[in-house]
């Protein structure tokens, strides 16, 4: 294998591509401005949301483009965009209780839709993240996928949370970044059910 070859196919070389977005995040807090944690609340939100879509995306991409070697290169690592995915959604939901301090436990607060379907994504998201080791795939066998299945709750919730911000304002951004994914689910759905016809012809 090639020096170039070996340097992209390699584990760290991928999760240095993943972090690339934090850069910025993480030199922001030093300019002292006190509005920095609510605009770092944007673009975590936004990197969470996008590599989960990704990761949902690569398999019907691998079904959609059975010949190109992009996709199955991606297929090998998305458990790396799915921890990505909940690392960012992690450090949203940090940024977002120290932005909001108690009042983002009152019960005004977690009645409003943009915050609880914000919340259960999360919290779909963290037995996911922690189930995504070699050792937890070999424990649960089967069940491991069937678990991962949560990833579509999840993704639901997310676009709800997203398009629900400032009252429905986040709901062209939200669409733009959701419709490639509902696109591709649809076209898997619709391969999926020839190929149950197919089987009984």
């Known amino acids: 294998m090639s020096g170039t070859k070996s340097f992209f196919n390699s584990p760290y070389t991928f999760w240095g591509i993943l972090t690339l977005p934090a850069i910025p995040m993480v030199v922001g807090p030093t300019s002292g401005d006190p509005e920095t944690i609510n605009q770092l609340l944007h673009p975590t939100?936004?990197?969470?949301?996008?590599?989960?879509?990704?990761?949902?995306?690569?398999?019907?991409?691998?079904m959609l483009f059975k010949g190109w070697r992009g996709p199955r290169w991606l297929m090998k690592r998305r458990r790396y965009l799915g921890v990505a995915a909940f690392v960012y959604a992690l450090a949203h939901t940090a940024l977002y209780l120290v932005d909001e301090g108690a009042v983002a436990f009152t019960s005004v607060e977690i009645s409003e839709l943009y915050i609880w379907s914000g919340w259960l994504a999360f919290l779909i998201f963290v037995p996911l993240a922690i189930t995504s080791t070699?050792?937890?795939?070999?424990?649960?066998?089967?069940?491991?996928?069937?678990?991962?299945?949560?990833?579509?709750?999840?993704?639901?919730?997310?676009?709800?949370?997203?398009?629900?911000l400032h009252n429905w304002g986040g709901v062209g951004a939200a669409m733009v970044h959701f419709v490639p994914l509902i696109a591709l689910e649809a076209y898997r759905l619709g391969y999926n059910l020839r190929r149950q016809r197919t089987r009984f012809i």
């Open 45 to 62: 939100r936004e990197f969470a949301a996008r590599f989960m879509i990704v990761t949902i995306m690569i398999t019907p991409l691998v």
């Open 134 to 164: 070699d050792g937890w795939v070999r424990k649960l066998g089967p069940r491991w996928k069937i678990l991962q299945r949560g990833v579509y709750g999840a993704a639901v919730l997310t676009l709800l949370h997203w398009a629900a």
